[in-house]
């Protein structure tokens, strides 16, 4: 439950027009292994957590039984102004480093179309 709280916590400090990705997340935490971990706890995150700005390593909206709700993510990160196309979000524009004074590297994008 720890790790959760950590993960939301982390979360709720993406700032509006930004991303992170799972791996990015559990890195940040020391946890450079557990994105699949990150991906558990933001299935089952409460309300107020911007669980929109979260998506997988290339970028992209991960699948989801609920197709509503990959629809609803896109739309939520093209009010704040995120670029999507083709269900990927442009991580060189819009991946956010993560906050002030942390060590995580900035990586460079894996997609052409970034």
């Known amino acids: 439950m720890r790790f959760r709280r950590a993960v939301w916590?982390?979360?709720?400090?993406i700032p509006a027009g930004r991303v992170v990705t799972y791996g990015q997340i559990a890195a940040l935490l020391g946890h450079e292994r557990a994105a699949r971990a990150v991906g558990q706890a933001?299935?089952?995150?409460?309300?107020?957590?911007?669980?929109?700005?979260?998506?997988?390593a290339r970028g992209g909206i991960s699948r989801r039984a609920n197709v509503g709700n990959m629809?609803?993510?896109?739309?939520?990160l093209q009010q704040e102004g995120v670029r999507v196309r083709g269900g990927i979000a442009a991580l060189s524009r819009h991946r956010w480093d993560g906050p002030r004074g942390s060590r995580l590297p900035r990586r460079t994008p894996r997609c052409a179309s970034d």
């Open 9 to 13: 916590a982390l979360v709720r400090g």
């Open 42 to 56: 933001m299935k089952r995150c409460p309300s107020g957590v911007p669980w929109h700005r979260v998506v997988n």
């Open 71 to 76: 629809l609803t993510q896109r739309i939520l």
